[in-house]
C-alpha cells in the first residue's frame, strides 16, 4: 500500500524546508508519543517550526488545536498546512521577524 495523502504532504513540506535550510522531520506517533503533537517538528534560523499537515476538507481534532496552543504559547510557530505553499509561508514569516544577518 502507497503512502497516505497526508504523509507525502508531509514529506513534501519537509524537502521544502530542508531546501530552505530548515532541520525538520516526520513527527511519528505511537503509543509512546504525546498525544496532538504536529506532524513536522523543525528548526529554521533558531526558532522552533512545526507543521500539521491535513487534506482540504479536513480540520485539526481538539487535542491538536490545544498542543499548537501549548507550542505558540512557548514562542514556536505552528502553521497547520494544506499545501506546500502554505508551510512555506511559516517560514517567510520567520524571515519577517528576523534581522537579515541573522543566522
Known amino acids: 500500500m502507497g503512502k497516505q495523502p497526508e504523509s507525502k504532504?508531509?514529506?513534501k513540506i519537509i524537502e521544502a524546508w530542508r531546501k530552505r535550510g530548515a532541520f525538520a522531520y516526520k513527527v511519528h506517533g505511537s503509543e509512546f508519543q504525546t498525544s496532538g503533537i504536529p506532524d513536522i517538528s523543525g528548526v529554521y534560523r533558531g526558532i522552533s517550526v512545526w507543521c500539521e499537515t491535513k487534506m482540504p476538507g479536513n480540520k485539526p481534532s481538539k487535542i491538536q488545536e490545544y498542543r499548537i496552543s501549548?507550542?505558540?504559547g512557548a514562542g514556536g510557530?505552528?502553521?497547520v498546512a494544506y499545501s506546500v505553499e502554505e508551510a512555506l509561508k511559516l517560514l517567510d514569516e520567520v524571515d519577517k521577524i528576523l534581522p537579515p544577518d541573522w543566522p
Open 9 to 11: 504532504l508531509s514529506t
Open 77 to 79: 510557530q505552528v502553521v
Open 70 to 72: 501549548l507550542i505558540r
